[in-house]
């Protein structure tokens, strides 16, 4: 078992192209790889792992196959803290037997679960090395699929390697100053279970708008396409966050577009999205 940290973006496919430029340009980058990925998702008809917050894929990456199961984990500054255990296997199918000494081999009929949708892209690696640590960052460019449908998939996720936690946020925020990026909490495996029809994202309450909250739920708008409703009321502690980070003005202009109803997907085409999200990620809750 290892534990991941790590922040991803989504961006549009001609932000990404700037995002890989830039990333390129970093004192102490260097290129790595590019692979060609076919991540298969697994479930049960009635979605018991989606259920417990649990991701279980097999990956096809050139000639080698890959199981790998991954709780969501939490969340901290921004990034996503999770468990993760991975197996090689023999071709692109579920080995089930791998399972049994894992919690998920203690409450799941393994014998029902079956592929529930793909994820499909080509990743370009990008390593960064400084005095704080070594981040790897995965380059992601392709589409989910599910049931004959298929979405956009274009990520930049950022995972530290070595080093101090605090680089991860550094380098996304200093991406988050050239090109726009949004701060995606929803996972490739929530946008597959979303399209499979397995996975109906819980709204958050304007009650409880914490900055948490609030981060949470612009994710959960992303991923239907639209507006994340809110009053000005609810948004009061999310202002007097931004103005401690010194993003008032990236919230000023956030805050206009939520209130006059633009979809989220529309508002994270503008830099102050992603500027506001990731200032205040590193505050949160």
Same mark, same amino acid.
């Given at each position: 078992m290892a534990e991941e940290l790590e922040i991803k973006l989504s961006l549009s496919?001609?932000?990404?192209?700037? &995002?890989?430029?830039?990333?390129?340009?970093?004192? &102490?980058?260097?290129?790595?790889?590019?692979k060609a990925l076919v991540n298969r998702y697994y479930d049960t008809p009635g979605g018991d792992l989606n259920r417990q917050k649990v991701a279980l894929r097999v990956r096809r990456a050139g000639d080698r196959f890959i199981q790998t199961l991954k709780t969501q984990g939490e969340f901290v500054?921004?990034?996503?803290?999770?468990?993760?255990?991975?197996?090689?296997?023999?071709?692109m199918a579920l080995n089930p037997a791998l399972l049994v000494d894992t919690p998920?081999?203690?409450?799941?009929?393994?014998?029902?679960?079956?592929?529930?949708?793909?994820?499909n892209f080509e990743r370009q690696i990008v390593m960064l090395e400084d005095e704080s640590g070594t981040?790897?960052?995965?380059?992601?460019? &392709?589409?989910?699929?599910?049931?004959?449908a298929q979405r956009p998939l274009n990520e930049i996720e950022?995972?530290?390697?070595?080093?101090?936690?605090? &680089?991860?946020?550094?380098?996304?925020?200093?991406?988050?100053?050239?090109?726009?990026?949004?701060?995606?909490l929803v996972s490739k495996a929530e946008q597959g279970y979303f399209m499979a029809g397995l996975h109906a994202p819980?709204?958050?309450?304007?009650?409880?708008?914490?900055?948490?909250?609030?981060?949470r739920g612009l994710s959960v708008a992303w991923l239907r396409g639209e507006?994340?409703?809110?009053?000005?009321e609810a948004l009061s502690a999310i202002e007097a966050a931004a103005g401690a980070r010194g993003?008032?003005?990236?919230?000023?202009?956030?805050?206009?577009?939520?209130?006059?109803?633009?979809?989220?997907?529309?508002l994270a085409s503008s830099a102050e999205l992603g500027q506001l999200q990731l200032a205040l990620a590193a505050s949160a809750p």
């Amino acid at each position: 078992m290892a534990e991941e940290l790590e922040i991803k973006l989504s961006l549009s496919p001609e932000q990404q192209v700037a &995002g890989l430029c830039w990333l390129l340009g970093q004192p &102490g980058s260097s290129r790595g790889p590019t692979k060609a990925l076919v991540n298969r998702y697994y479930d049960t008809p009635g979605g018991d792992l989606n259920r417990q917050k649990v991701a279980l894929r097999v990956r096809r990456a050139g000639d080698r196959f890959i199981q790998t199961l991954k709780t969501q984990g939490e969340f901290v500054d921004g990034a996503h803290r999770r468990q993760e255990w991975e197996w090689p296997v023999a071709e692109m199918a579920l080995n089930p037997a791998l399972l049994v000494d894992t919690p998920l081999g203690q409450g799941v009929d393994l014998a029902a679960l079956s592929p529930v949708f793909e994820t499909n892209f080509e990743r370009q690696i990008v390593m960064l090395e400084d005095e704080s640590g070594t981040i790897e960052v995965a380059v992601d460019a &392709g589409y989910v699929m599910a049931g004959g449908a298929q979405r956009p998939l274009n990520e930049i996720e950022f995972e530290l390697k070595s080093g101090h936690a605090d &680089g991860l946020g550094r380098r996304a925020r200093s991406l988050a100053a050239q090109v726009p990026v949004f701060l995606n909490l929803v996972s490739k495996a929530e946008q597959g279970y979303f399209m499979a029809g397995l996975h109906a994202p819980a709204d958050v309450s304007e009650a409880e708008l914490s900055v948490a909250g609030f981060l949470r739920g612009l994710s959960v708008a992303w991923l239907r396409g639209e507006p994340l409703a809110v009053n000005p009321e609810a948004l009061s502690a999310i202002e007097a966050a931004a103005g401690a980070r010194g993003v008032s003005a990236q919230f000023e202009v956030v805050r206009r577009g939520l209130l006059s109803g633009e979809s989220v997907p529309d508002l994270a085409s503008s830099a102050e999205l992603g500027q506001l999200q990731l200032a205040l990620a590193a505050s949160a809750p």
